[in-house]
Structures are given as structure tokens and as C-alpha cells.
């Protein structure tokens, strides 16, 4: 089955950049999507085909995407940033969609 | 306003049979697919299925093909997941979601989340 590869954890000190990547053989052609998700709260989309951000979410947030490897970066993360991150996408087929592993943000 | 409310946390047995409900406000469910997804303790996301509000289609990611049931109530504006036959590993949090279509493609994305619904299933 097809899989989304993401670090374990990522950690920041507040101000700086953070950055949180997926990879999968299928991104060349497929969208990525990212949520976030907060300590005993439901997830939230972030970001979607690619680089899309909804309206309610901040300018911090971006998205970009080149190859097999998808990117999620956060500018001037901040305390209230850290959070489990995980990226979604549909295998080659379009078929299947697959989040991947999650990363842990630590903003410390 | 955009809201999927889900039902309470449950606790059961194995064996028991089990149904799960979410309503959505109308401009959630009118002609959207408002599908589900299990989150196991500490673990990742996995999509179940997904159902469409206008005509009920309904499709299954492999895994939950078979394993439950994803109905909805129109006239309620309210989707259900169920089981017949709870295991120890149905323990989870269960999310409703509201599924926007991918381009050129099969499956979905999720753009608003239900609250989730804690299922313990213990002897």
C-alpha cells in the first residue's frame, strides 16, 4: 500500500523557520494536504493542493511542493505553533488517500 | 457556520453492536460527501469511508471494507457510523469530516472536522 513518509519530530526555537517535509512517490502528480493538530483537539486543514491556504488560516503558513517531497513551513514559529502536522495525499492511482505519519513540532 | 457535532464517548464490550452519529448544520451537508476517520491512541489518521449527501453513495477504504457501516438520515442532516461486532482494537477517537472531491480524482480531502468521538471497547 502506498505510503507517506514524514520525520518523527521537528524542533524550532520561537521566531525561526520551521520546516516539516512528506515524501511519496506519487506527489509528482497528486496534491498534497496538510493539518494540524493541537493536543486533544480534531485536526485542521492548513494547507491544501500544495500550496493553498484557507482563509482563516495565517500567513505563516505555507506550502510548496517539487519532486516526491512535499513541504510544510511555518515562519517565525511561535509556542503556540507546536503541534502533531500530518500530510495527506491519494496514491498513483487517485484511488487511495494516505496521510502520512505525522510530525510533532516542538517550538522551544 | 460550517459544524459536524458528534455524539458522546462510548464505552462497550466486545461483541456489542455500535452506532456513531454526526450532525451537520445544512451548509455542511448539502451536497457534500461527509466521510470518517479513526484515530488511534497516539497513532496516525486513517480515512474509512466516505458517504455523499445527495444520492448516499458510499465508498470504503480497503481496510474498513466489510468492518463497518457508513449510513446517513437526509431529513437530519446526520451521518452514522456503526458496528455489528466491536473489537478491542475499534478503541479509538473517530472523526467525521466534511470531503471536498480531489481533481482527477477517486478520493477526497477534508476540509472541516467533527469534534471525534471516543470508542473504548474493554472487557
Known amino acids: 500500500s502506498y505510503e507517506l513518509t514524514q520525520p518523527p519530530s521537528v524542533s524550532v526555537s520561537p521566531g525561526q523557520t520551521a520546516r516539516i517535509t512528506c515524501s511519496g512517490d506519487?506527489?509528482?502528480?497528486?496534491?498534497a494536504y496538510w493539518y494540524q493538530q493541537k493536543s486533544g483537539q480534531a485536526p485542521v486543514l492548513v494547507i491544501y493542493?500544495?500550496?493553498k491556504r484557507p482563509s482563516e488560516i495565517p500567513e505563516k503558513f505555507s506550502g510548496s511542493s517539487s519532486g516526491t517531497m512535499a513541504t510544510l513551513t511555518i515562519s517565525g514559529a511561535q509556542v503556540e505553533d507546536e503541534a502533531d502536522y500530518f500530510c495527506?495525499?491519494?496514491?498513483?492511482?487517485?484511488?487511495?488517500?494516505?496521510f502520512g505519519g505525522g510530525t510533532r513540532l516542538t517550538v522551544l | 457556520e460550517v459544524q459536524l457535532v458528534q455524539s458522546g464517548a462510548e464505552v462497550k464490550k466486545p461483541g456489542e453492536s455500535l452506532k456513531i452519529s454526526c450532525k451537520g448544520s445544512?451548509?455542511?451537508?448539502?451536497?457534500?460527501?461527509i466521510g470518517w476517520v479513526r484515530q488511534m491512541s497516539g497513532k496516525g489518521l486513517e480515512c474509512m469511508g466516505i458517504?455523499?449527501?445527495?444520492?448516499?453513495?458510499?465508498r470504503y477504504s480497503p481496510s474498513f471494507q466489510g468492518q463497518v457501516t457508513i449510513s446517513l438520515d437526509k431529513s437530519i442532516t446526520t451521518a452514522y457510523l456503526q458496528w455489528t461486532s466491536l473489537k478491542a482494537s475499534d478503541t479509538a477517537i473517530y472523526y467525521c469530516?466534511?470531503?471536498?472531491?480531489?481533481?482527477?480524482?477517486?478520493?477526497?480531502?477534508?476540509?472541516?472536522w467533527g469534534q471525534g468521538t471516543l470508542v473504548t471497547v474493554s472487557s
Open positions: 469530516v466534511r470531503g471536498r472531491p480531489i481533481s482527477g480524482s477517486y478520493s477526497h480531502y477534508f476540509d472541516f
Open positions: 445544512e451548509k455542511t451537508f448539502t451536497s457534500y460527501w
Open positions: 458517504i455523499h449527501s445527495g444520492d448516499s453513495e458510499t
Open positions: 506519487a506527489l509528482p502528480r497528486k496534491y
Open positions: 493542493e500544495d500550496k
Open positions: 495527506y495525499s491519494t496514491d498513483s492511482s487517485g484511488n487511495q488517500g494516505v
